[in-house]
């Protein structure tokens, strides 16, 4: 395996890099207190192929490979957790998703302005009862003539508020259970779909988390994204990418924190001497660094795999496994060398430990991860 980046991607990171130091990482602090969604910076990241970083340039994207879109992501929530998530979300689940799955005419309709920032997509796999247990999900879609009906709720979707366009999933026919789930598409304004609740949470809260309620919501056919009964499949192979994102995005977060917590070692003066020449703080940030190098080379290694058009679900699961763990031990350990300066808001490692937190969670618990890593290891 070749552990450099090719000129292209040298550039493309140094391009995201300049972006996201000048545009994003200013906003940040006030992104996160005020709760309120980047709206401006999103639609200058679609300006620069950021929404669609691995979509052909003919569908509106960026026409790079997976490594760069984890460099992209990396980039990016290093700068601000909640920008990275919704630039990470619209590339994988939504715009892969219509791009490996969805039919030619989907693609000129709905893709080409998704990848390019125009408009924004979301997921909506999860519900009040399935969450991990996915495959039990509720949602019921029952055909009607040219249409399907919707009939539901859906749970913790981010950019729920602001998204034009979710991927819903659906059941056709409980009795089924995951073979009778189907996905579509979903656009704002389609009668019938609506935001219930938005969340109050503890990190990225840029972003926004929402209940959508789905009543007698009309669908067209032409929105079947993949045939009747192919949804679950879809969204699990939509997931496995999703993973290498979430694993980037773990990767800048914890990157954020480490480079913080050198710079704040190196100045911060007790018992007469910087803090960092004390070994109590070099083991920290020896282990900071050296988890955070190799959480990036197993989200890399899952990249060139997927690439290389190789299965790559296990190795998605194991770098998001890894990475998000990475970023909680990274984060908690740049609190502790801040001391008390690292818990009041002043400083900006409280954000990236409540940023880190949901990189557990989202897209499949570490818990979840480790059944698929096994599931594979044991078959
Ligand atoms: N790619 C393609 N197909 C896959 C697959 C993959 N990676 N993994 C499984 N499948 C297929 C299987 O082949 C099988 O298909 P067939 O019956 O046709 O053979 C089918 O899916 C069922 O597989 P399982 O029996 O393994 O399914 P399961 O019900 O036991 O569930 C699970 C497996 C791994 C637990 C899954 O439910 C899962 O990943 N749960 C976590 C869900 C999750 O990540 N939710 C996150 C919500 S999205 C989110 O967070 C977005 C956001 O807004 C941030």
Do not use: W
């Amino acid at each position: 395996m070749d552990f450099g980046l090719t000129q292209q991607q040298q550039l493309f990171q140094e391009m995201v890099r300049e972006f996201a130091e000048k545009e994003v990482a200013p906003r940040a602090a006030e992104v996160d207190e005020e709760a309120c969604f980047p709206a401006e910076t999103v639609r200058m990241m679609g300006k620069l192929g950021l929404m669609g970083v691995t979509i052909p340039e003919a569908y509106g994207g960026a026409g790079a490979d997976t490594i760069c879109y984890a460099i992209a992501v990396e980039e990016i929530s290093r700068a601000c957790a909640s920008t990275g998530v919704i630039m990470s979300i619209n590339n994988s689940l939504v715009c892969d998703s219509i791009h490996t799955f969805g039919a030619e005419e989907q693609k000129r309709r709905l893709l080409i302005p998704l990848a390019r920032g125009e408009k924004l997509g979301c997921y909506c796999l999860s519900e009040p009862d399935a969450g991990s247990d996915a495959a039990n999900l509720q949602l019921t879609a029952r055909a009607e003539g040219n249409h399907f009906l919707l009939n539901g709720v859906k749970n913790f979707i981010t950019n729920g508020q602001e998204a034009n366009i979710a991927i819903v999933f659906a059941t056709v026919d409980r009795q089924l259970k995951h073979k009778g789930i189907s996905a579509f598409l979903v656009e704002k304004g389609t009668p019938g779909f609506g935001v219930l609740k938005v969340e109050k949470k503890l990190g990225i809260r840029g972003t926004s988390c929402c209940q959508l309620l789905f009543e007698n919501c009309r669908v067209p056919r032409e929105n079947l994204l993949g045939g009747i009964g192919e949804g679950f499949n879809i969204a699990m192979a939509s997931l496995d990418g999703g993973r290498i994102g979430i694993a980037a995005q773990a990767v800048g977060i914890a990157r954020a924190a480490y480079e913080a917590a050198l710079g704040y070692a190196k100045g911060r003066v007790q018992f007469g001497q910087p803090i960092a020449s004390f070994q109590a703080i070099q083991f920290m940030l020896a282990d900071m660094a050296t988890t955070i190098d190799a959480a990036r080379l197993l989200a890399y290694r899952a990249a060139i795999l997927r690439d290389q058009g190789i299965q790559y679900g296990l190795e998605a699961s194991m770098a998001k496994l890894y990475a998000s763990e990475v970023a909680m031990c990274v984060t908690t350990k740049a609190i502790q060398i801040y001391g008390g300066y690292g818990y009041i808001t002043d400083y900006p490692v409280q954000r990236y430990f409540r940023d880190a937190k949901v990189t557990e969670i989202y897209e499949g618990t570490s818990e979840i991860q480790r059944l698929v890593i096994a599931g594979h290891l044991v078959g």
